[in-house]
């Protein structure tokens, strides 16, 4: 029973990311992301803060440390990525209002991203659960599951922020 219950704890941990590593490299991300001229150079920054933390912190080149190095990245991303949403949303509510008046068929692409964003958030859990079933029972796991959430937000983030910027 011991076993099992140190294992749950230890599979269950990375899950969330630590303020204190996001506090520290969060600012490296930041900066990457903000000075970003566009999309290659935004892709350049993923991995960036959980590479420095993995270099820098004590627990760095354990598979925790690794795991909960890469969570706290995916917790920068994902602020990223609500931040993106909302811009992204606010641009697609004013070129809705634009067309509703001669294209009110056309007026509908506020309603196609959230339609896109609610599917891409299912696709996205379910395509890193893959990833980190994957491995099997190895710690590994825990690599591959934390480094598919990351991945797949930055990347996410990103193409928000491209299509707005598409559009205006």
Do not use: F, H, V, W
């Given at each position: 029973m011991k076993v099992t219950v140190f294992v749950i704890s230890i599979l269950a941990t990375p899950l969330w990311a630590d303020e204190g590593m996001v506090?520290?490299?969060?600012?490296?991300?930041t900066q990457c992301y903000a000075q970003a001229a566009?999309?290659?150079?935004?892709?350049?920054?993923?991995?960036l803060m959980?590479?420095?933390?993995?270099?820098?912190?004590e627990q760095g080149k354990t598979t925790?440390?690794?795991?909960?190095?890469?969570?706290?990245?995916t917790e920068v991303w994902d602020r990223f990525?609500?931040?993106?949403?909302?811009?992204?949303m606010a641009n697609m509510k004013a070129l809705d209002k634009d067309d509703e008046e001669l294209f009110p068929e056309f007026a509908n692409r506020?309603?196609?991203l959230k339609k896109a964003q609610r599917a891409w958030l299912v696709y996205r859990d379910a395509a890193c659960d893959l990833e980190y079933a994957m491995p099997g029972a190895g710690s590994l796991r825990q690599?591959?599951?934390?480094?598919?959430v990351m991945q797949m937000t930055a990347e996410r983030t990103i193409e928000l922020k491209q299509m707005r910027e598409i559009e205006q």
């Open positions: 506090e520290r490299y969060g600012p490296l991300l566009d999309a290659a150079a935004m892709k350049e920054c993923i991995g959980s590479g420095n933390c993995m270099a820098r912190e925790y440390g690794m795991a909960t190095c890469t969570a706290s990245e990525l609500n931040d993106e949403y909302r811009q992204t506020a309603d196609a690599l591959t599951g934390t480094g598919c």
